[in-house]
């Protein structure tokens, strides 16, 4: 497969880790970075999911399960790519999420549950590549996903925190690792159609591309070509930078809830519990 916008090779030598490459945005980053050329691997909790989508995006794409909440699995995700290519030239912490609740709703576990995957899960792999791989090596480009708008988002207020402290760290590592050669900067996301959204009421994903000014929700390979710029040299140069891509989300104040998010009670539906 070749890049739709970017020449052939642009990233040919990269080594590049996907956290959450399995399954959407992760797993399309993932495609257009070998389509550039790196070799990837992926990461994620489940095996099978990850086993598929290595089959399926072909022999530079690797896997490794792990749980990024956790120091021993992130530096294993690490080790993994030494052991496999002898080097780690950029991270991608593309793993993340939150469920879809009213702010007063929120139980504190489930924020604590929020901040953990994704200020902590992000900051573990941060580290484990910087100490393990890119400060030994003399350079390095880390990439947080992050989440746009950034003036919150209603039924995300957990998330909405978690991504701005993952901003704020987004900047002070910039400043603190750049010594070292390492580069560290966001791409925040709007509102993306991948199938993780199938998991918000009906109500919620339809609403959703109401509220984006462009009048669609992203494509993955739109924030694909995104995470393959910021892995190029000029990423280098954006280190520091919350890269935003939403469709000019964040400039819509519009009322809440959005035209057709209410249900026939006037209330906004939340997300199911998962089971099991
Ligand atoms: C208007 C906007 C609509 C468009 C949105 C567009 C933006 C999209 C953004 C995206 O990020 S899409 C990607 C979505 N993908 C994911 O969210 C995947 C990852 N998410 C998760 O794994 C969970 O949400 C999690 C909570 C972060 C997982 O953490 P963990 O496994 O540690 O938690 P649990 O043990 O399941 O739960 C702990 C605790 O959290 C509370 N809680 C969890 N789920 C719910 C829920 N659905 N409703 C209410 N509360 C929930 C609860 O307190 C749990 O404790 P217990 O009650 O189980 O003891
Ligand atoms: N889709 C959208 O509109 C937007 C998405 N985002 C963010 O972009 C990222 C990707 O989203 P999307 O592809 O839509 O959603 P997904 O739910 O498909 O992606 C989440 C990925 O993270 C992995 N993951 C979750 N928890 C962990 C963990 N503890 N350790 C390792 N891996 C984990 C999951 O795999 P597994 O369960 O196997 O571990 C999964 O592959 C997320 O951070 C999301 O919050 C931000 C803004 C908008």
Redesign the pocket.
Known sequence: MTSQIFADGALEGQVIAV??G?????RAAAAELLACGASVVI????EE?LAEAADELGPRCSWVA????EAADAERIVDACLERHGRLDTLVN????QYFVPAEAIALKGWRAVTR?NVG?TLTMATAAYDRAMRPAGGGMVIN?T?SPHHGLAGMTHSSAARAAVEGATRELAAAWAPDGVAVCAAA????D????DKYPESVRTAAARTVPLGRLGRVEEHAWLIALLASPLGRRLSGSVVTLDGARDNWFGPWPPAGMADESGEVPTEERRRG
């Not at 399995?22 to 992760?26: D, N, W």
């Not at 996301?189 to 993306?192: E, I, K, L, S, T």
């Open positions: 956290t959450g399995g399954t959407g945005l992760g990461c994620g909790r489940r999911v792990g749980d990024v909440r593309n793993a993340g999420g995957l899960g996903v989440l996301a709007g509102h993306f991948t199938p993780a959204l």
